[in-house]
Structures are given as structure tokens and as C-alpha cells.
Nanobody
Framework: QVQLVESGGGLVQAGGSLRLSCAAS????????MAWYRQAPGRQRELVARITSDGNTNYADSVKGRFTISRDNAKNTVYLQMNSLKPEDTAVYYCNAEVWNYDVARYLGLWGQGTLVTVSS
């Protein structure tokens, strides 16, 4: 019913920038927090950045000062601006949104399909 679709991934040289987008579509009653996670080959999925419904943010230490998360509530979209990219940022980036679920009367995390970011050295 509700889907998250990421876009904006690709290949970039170290020091470059990319902007990821994630748009929620379908029958949406409410979205609470939204976040970006990433998973590199052989690594566990990790939280990169999170933004609450009122705009409060937090970041992984590894991306502080380089990445910026933002959202457009009218468009049900979250963005991740990635600057000064490093090879260690290479990963599949996943969007997550806490979407109201009527069946359980709670906000539940919903995942996008992922978008690949590759940073060359």
C-alpha cells in the first residue's frame, strides 16, 4: 500500500557530492521519523542520519559535517546531501520511514529498495 522509492545513487569520485531522495507514495495517514541507513559489502546495516517530523536531526559520527538530511513533509520526501565523499562511504543506501499502520495501531518502519553509491579513489 505504501512504498518508499530511493533515487540519486551512482558513481562519484572521492571528494565529490551526491544527493539522494526518497519519496513515500500510496495511502499515507502519517509519517513520523525518516532516516537513511547504509550497508557495505560484508558489513551490518548502519544508521547514517535520522530526522524527526519536526526537523530534529542526528548523524553517525562518520558522516557528521559532510552529510545533511532534510525532508519535505508536503511531498513525503526525505533527502540526503552527501559532500566530501570518501571510498568508505561506498554502500547501498536505504531509506526508512515510520509509517502509521492501522492494523497494529502503531508506527512501523518501512524500507525502500536501496540505491547504490560507489565512491572511487
Amino acid at each position: 500500500q505504501v512504498q518508499l522509492v530511493e533515487s540519486g545513487g551512482g558513481l562519484v569520485q572521492a571528494g565529490g557530492s551526491l544527493r539522494l531522495s526518497c519519496a513515500a507514495s500510496g495511502s499515507i495517514f502519517s509519517i513520523n521519523a525518516m532516516a537513511w541507513y547504509r550497508q557495505a559489502p560484508g558489513r551490518q546495516r548502519e544508521l547514517v542520519a535520522r530526522i524527526t517530523s519536526d526537523g530534529n536531526t542526528n548523524y553517525a559520527d562518520s558522516v557528521k559535517g559532510r552529510f545533511t538530511i532534510s525532508r519535505d513533509n508536503a511531498k513525503n520526501t526525505v533527502y540526503l546531501q552527501m559532500n566530501s565523499l570518501k571510498p568508505e562511504d561506498t554502500a547501498v543506501y536505504y531509506c526508512n520511514a515510520e509509517v502509521w499502520n492501522y492494523d497494529v495501531a502503531r508506527y512501523l518502519g518501512l524500507w525502500g529498495q536501496g540505491t547504490l553509491v560507489t565512491v572511487s579513489s
